[in-house]
């Protein structure tokens, strides 16, 4: 009997009813189908090049994220509660943007240390006393998802910045139906599909309100280079708007245009996957060639939206994180309908003290790292990665916070020796405009595909799944 | 359009019409190194198959000897020679990716699978002087056929608007600049001289330029008589038939930068430069060619050729 | 002091460039030890100059060029009157919390144990400081230059360095035993020896306020110091940011003219 919930036994010896014809299908349909399809998948996959670059990695600088053909299915209940968690989350941490950057009302009530916010890295004092157009901060956010039962769902990470994976959401359906359209026209699956349309509609609302007539959108990338190219261009497709690179912009008196074959064009919304610190020379980084000179100055000046906005990402730093349920009390004055992890903040000494007697149980991560790098996973180090990780907690307490090594939820997984319950998390993608927020039910599901492995990321091993949510209730 | 993605469009044009030429400028090269002695002066067709390329400047730098293994490695496989085949392609590669969007999926699907095989042949054959004619022909025949392929897709797949203009004004100018390379190296072969030298030694060094702009059987088809090097000039500078001819690039230069500037209601030095390139071309007879000097008029050409590219990228690329 | 003066920053581009954009902290802040009494900022070729404020409370000025371009000329002028407040600023309106200026923003590598020993257990912060900006000014030697700053350790290790990398290290320090510290940057109204725009730290003290340490002179700013703006570091307070689009180098010129100035105080005191 496995400790972890599964998510389509839930440990009983029958399948759950959300998951019955699916449970069917994998009875009844011959191993060969599925390495057979698995291949096919991953053959289609590389023929269109959706592929992702790993850091570090020179031999393997453009890799497949494994494809996983088992969906991976939530019930309209499910989502229904989920959603509402979701939107509420979202319209805080866009509040708690607004005021950190304006008045400051949470910190002058004492609930969130001042140090933890002006301290970090991802406050930009260049924002101090602007507002965002629209007061939107986070136009585009992921918010990383695990289940631990059939009841809650748990917040295990926001992602506020530029999260990426929405473009696998989507080409991993197109997959699954080109694959499997039998067991596809089985279920009643809400579809996806509007996402491109729901972030075209998102990004024109949020124009600089003086804009006239059709805003002129883009996307800026770093460049081909980066780890999520073919995400940005991706997206680009599907919107129908330009993928400019710094250098095909220009700033001239606070109005930012491209370079095109017939002359300069006006630009009034960028879609940034640029992080904050390359956006302007002259502002952030003065060595950055993946901005656009005087970009901080026309956004200032108001004359062009910058989404997500600059500054953003204080607010998925993993220190603020602990303080979501308070965050969200203080701003819409209910309570948080996601739940947080546990975390131990290292910077307060108790915390502190118990973390590192409970080092071989838990989960360690930096406050500022992302992508699975520079995290400890207790139970799966080694003594000697232990004690580094004892040295850096001793060193810098406040880089880092702790969480219990969450049994997170299972889901069956094909793999080459057959099917087995592989960890799985949902990243669902929230889309915040002027005219209220988005979400397409649905979301990027990654699966840890090494036997007991509960890292998910891409970089480290995981691969993903469709997410199907049904139209039918799981209970 | 993003100026950039016009640039990139370009050259993805613009770098698959090189490797389409060096792969067959290696093909004719090898075939005349293989005749006996007798039928040919071979010593310096590796020198000047590097000059024709290109690579002549750089080459001395990893090689000591221009014999047919260093060269074909240097000008196939060697990723320090900027303008190799395999550069070209992955070049290619680079800037489609770069412009994933104004691709089409075909055109893009066929150049990821092309740099995939090159990875693969590379991968089983990592040592470049080492591969055999065998593997060599193959690899030169993937190369045309990419290059072909790629072409076809556009022709098939593309909206005729301003992207693909600049696509196709990258082949044409490519294949411009290209015919006149082969004319600059084996000019001396051509004059008038020649003829009384005769034999079959010129026979074969004729039939070789022929076959490094795949013209052979055009030529035939034009002249119905037996190689002459008047001919060969004629046909590779003024013929407006001959798809690979000075003339008939320069007709399409004028044609596509026309397009472009009829989509964008403006005309400017690009079109101006290449309209006053194409007159002199359609003015021109090969008697005066050869009278003023071959030398001096496909020099001149070149000049000309680079001043237009730079006017194009003045106007167009660089925004 | 009163003084009028001029500053004049040339940039030459090797190669015409075709656009550039230039983002400038050349206009003073008034506050309790400084006077502004005319300041005027311009920019040839002429282009329209926005004034704005930065995330700090600098007054900023920005402009954009269209190319073809060989030079920009900026010029900043005007008449100011100092007072010696003993290196207090006070009466500047404050944007930052404290904690801003407590983050590490590169790494002090040799100068946070260098800085510990320098202030040696000193519970009185002030005292402290002035040691430590002896400590310093004994350590490293003044090198003018107006070239981007290295980083501190870097700077430390080296032994010399520019007025604006020595406030670099000054702040790193501080802020390595948990003082707030800022960098400054400003101009000397009195003629000394070295590049014409200077830049020091400035470092808070409870009771007081920031207070200037310049330990590239060894000395508190007084009346010869004339206060541009401050940042977290150089960058963040550069009196001059700029970018260009073309193949080009840009090699830059500044001269600083001061006239009807009276004699310095601090001269007479040395």
Redesign the interface.
């Known amino acids: 009997m496995s400790q972890f919930f599964d998510e389509m036994t839930n440990g009983a010896a029958e399948p759950r009813a959300l998951y019955r014809r699916i449970a069917e299908w994998l009875r009844s349909a011959p191993p060969e189908l599925l390495d057979a399809r698995r291949e096919q998948a991953e053959i289609l996959f590389?023929?269109?090049?959706i592929t992702f670059a790993v850091y570090g990695d020179k031999e393997a600088a453009e890799r497949l994220i494994p494809f996983d053909i088992i969906p991976r299915l939530l019930g309209r209940d499910e989502w229904t509660r989920l959603e509402a968690g979701l939107v509420q989350r979202v319209k805080a941490l866009n509040m708690f943007l607004t005021d950190i950057y304006g008045r400051q009302e949470i910190i002058k009530a004492g609930l969130i240390p001042?140090?933890l916010?002006?301290?970090?890295?991802c406050?930009?004092?260049?924002?101090?006393?602007r507002r965002a157009p629209h007061d939107i901060w986070t136009h585009i956010a992921g918010i990383d998802i695990v289940r631990i039962d059939d009841e809650d769902f748990y917040v295990l990470e926001d992602n506020c910045r530029t999260p990426s994976g929405v473009s696998y959401m989507l080409e991993d359906r197109e997959m699954m139906m080109r694959l499997l359209p039998g067991l596809f026209a089985q279920h009643a699956v809400l579809p996806v599909d509007n996402y491109p349309d729901n972030l075209l509609a998102s990004l024109r609302s949020a124009a600089p309100p003086h804009c006239p007539g059709d805003p002129c959108i883009v996307i800026l990338t770093p460049?081909?280079f980066n780890s999520a190219?073919?995400e940005h261009?991706f997206l680009?497709?599907k919107l129908g708007v330009?993928?400019?690179?710094g250098?095909?912009l220009?700033?001239?008196?606070?109005i930012v245009y491209?370079?095109?074959?017939?002359g300069?064009k006006r630009v009034d919304v960028i879609y940034r996957r640029v992080d904050d610190d390359f956006l302007d020379?002259?502002?952030f980084r003065?060595d950055s060639v993946l901005g656009a000179?005087?970009l901080m100055?026309a956004y200032?000046?108001g004359n062009v939206t910058l989404a997500n906005a600059p500054g953003a990402g204080l607010a998925d730093d993993k220190a603020v994180y602990t303080y979501m349920p308070e965050i969200i009390r203080f701003y819409l004055g209910e309570d948080a309908k996601l739940k947080n992890v546990r975390t131990w903040r290292c910077r307060e000494p108790d915390a502190l003290k118990y973390v590192l007697e409970h080092l071989s149980e838990l989960v360690v991560k930096e406050v500022n790292g992302s992508g699975g790098y520079g995290m400890l996973v207790g139970p799966h180090a080694s003594k000697e990665q232990i004690e580094t990780f004892r040295q850096k907690l001793l060193r810098d307490p406040d880089g880092f916070i702790a969480q219990p090594t969450l049994s997170l939820s299972t889901c069956p997984t094909s793999l080459p020796g057959g099917v087995a319950p592989r960890h799985v998390d949902l990243r669902p993608f929230v889309l915040c405009g002027a005219d209220g927020v988005r979400i397409v039910p649905g979301g990027l599901t990654r699966v840890a595909l090494k036997e007991g492995s509960l890292v998910v990321n891409s970089s480290q091993g995981g691969g993903t799944k469709d997410t199907w949510v049904l139209a039918d209730n799981a209970k | 359009m993003l100026a950039r993605t016009a640039d990139n469009i370009y050259w993805v044009s613009r770098y698959l019409e090189r490797a389409d030429f060096l792969a067959r400028l290696i093909e004719a090269s090898s075939r005349i190194s293989a005749l006996p002695t007798a039928y040919a002066a071979k010593q310096d067709e590796w020198t000047s198959v590097l000059i024709a390329s290109g690579a002549d400047e750089t080459f001395p730098d990893h090689f000591e000897v221009a014999n047919e293994a260093n060269v074909t490695a240097y000008l196939a496989f060697d990723a320090r020679n900027p303008s190799s085949i395999r550069n070209c392609i992955q070049f290619a590669r680079t800037n489609a990716r770069a412009v994933r969007t104004a691709v089409t999926v075909e055109m893009w699907e066929h150049i990821n699978s092309a740099w995939l095989k090159l990875k693969n042949f590379e991968s089983q054959h990592p040592e470049p002087t080492a591969i055999d004619r065998e593997a060599l022909n193959g690899f030169l025949d993937f190369v045309k056929e990419t290059s072909s392929l790629y072409d076809g897709h556009g022709y098939r797949t593309m909206l005729r608007n301003d992207v693909y203009f600049f696509a196709r004004l990258g082949v044409s100018l490519e294949r411009a600049d290209n015919t006149a390379r082969v004319l600059d190296v084996k000019y001396q072969l051509l004059l008038p001289e020649n003829e009384t030298v005769g034999g079959s030694v010129d026979y074969f060094q004729w039939s070789t330029i022929l076959r490094s702009v795949s013209a052979l059987t055009a030529y035939h088809w034009v002249y119905r008589e037996s190689i002459k090097p008047w001919n060969v000039a004629d046909l590779l500078i003024l013929r407006p038939e001959m798809p690979r001819s000075l003339l008939s690039c320069y007709g399409e230069v004028v044609r596509w930068l026309d397009a472009i500037g009829n989509q964008y209601g403006r005309h400017g030095a690009a079109q101006r430069q290449a309209r006053a390139i194409k007159r002199k071309l359609e003015g021109a007879s090969i008697k005066e060619i050869f009278q003023s000097g071959l030398h001096e008029f496909v020099d001149g050409f070149i000049t000309e050729t680079n001043g237009l590219a730079s006017a194009i990228a003045e106007q167009y690329l660089l925004g | 002091m009163r003084a009028q003066l001029t500053l004049q920053i040339e940039v030459r581009f090797s190669d015409a460039a075709r656009s550039a954009n230039q983002l400038l902290r050349l206009t003073p802040r008034a506050f309790d030890g400084l006077h502004v009494l005319d300041w005027f900022v311009g920019v040839e070729p002429v282009a329209t100059l926005r004034r704005g404020e930065d995330g700090f409370g600098n007054i900023v000025h920005s402009c954009s060029h269209a190319g073809p371009l060989d030079k920009i000329l900026i010029t900043a002028e005007g008449l100011v009157e100092t007072q010696d407040a003993a290196g207090v600023t006070r009466g500047l309106h404050e944007k930052q919390p404290l904690d801003v200026f407590l983050r590490h923003h590169e790494s002090p590598g040799d100068i946070a144990a260098y800085a510990a020993q320098a202030l040696d257990g000193e519970t009185d912060r002030l005292t402290g400081l002035h040691r430590l900006m002896a400590a310093l000014h004994e350590k490293l030697r003044f090198a003018p230059a107006d070239v981007p700053p290295r980083p501190a350790a870097e700077v430390f290790a080296a032994g010399e360095g520019s007025a604006r990398e020595l406030a670099q290290v000054f702040v790193a320090a501080a802020r390595a035993e948990e003082i707030p510290a800022r960098f400054v940057s400003g101009l000397r109204l009195d003629g000394g020896e070295g590049a014409p725009i200077h830049a020091w730290a400035e470092a808070y003290v409870d009771g007081l306020g920031w207070i200037g340490f310049d330990s590239a002179l060894g000395f508190c700013p007084r009346d010869a110091h004339l206060r541009l703006g401050h940042g977290v570091d150089f960058f963040s307070a550069a009196p001059r940011r700029g970018a260009f689009f073309g193949y080009a180098d840009e090699k830059v010129e500044t001269r600083l003219a001061i006239s009807s100035a009276r004699q310095a105080s601090w001269q007479i005191q040395q």
Do not use: C, H, W
């Not at chain 1, 590389?46 to 090049?49: E, N, P």
């Not at chain 1, 406050?123 to 006393?129: F, V």
């Not at chain 1, 330009?242 to 690179?245: F, Q």
């Not at chain 1, 491209?258 to 017939?262: G, I, N, S």
């Open positions: 590389r023929k269109i090049g001042q140090d916010i002006f301290r970090n890295e406050y930009r004092p260049e924002m101090q006393g460049g081909q190219y073919y261009s680009a497709d330009e993928l400019v690179e250098r095909d220009t700033v001239r008196d606070d491209m370079r095109t074959t017939e300069e020379p002259l502002v003065p000179a005087g100055g200032l000046a």
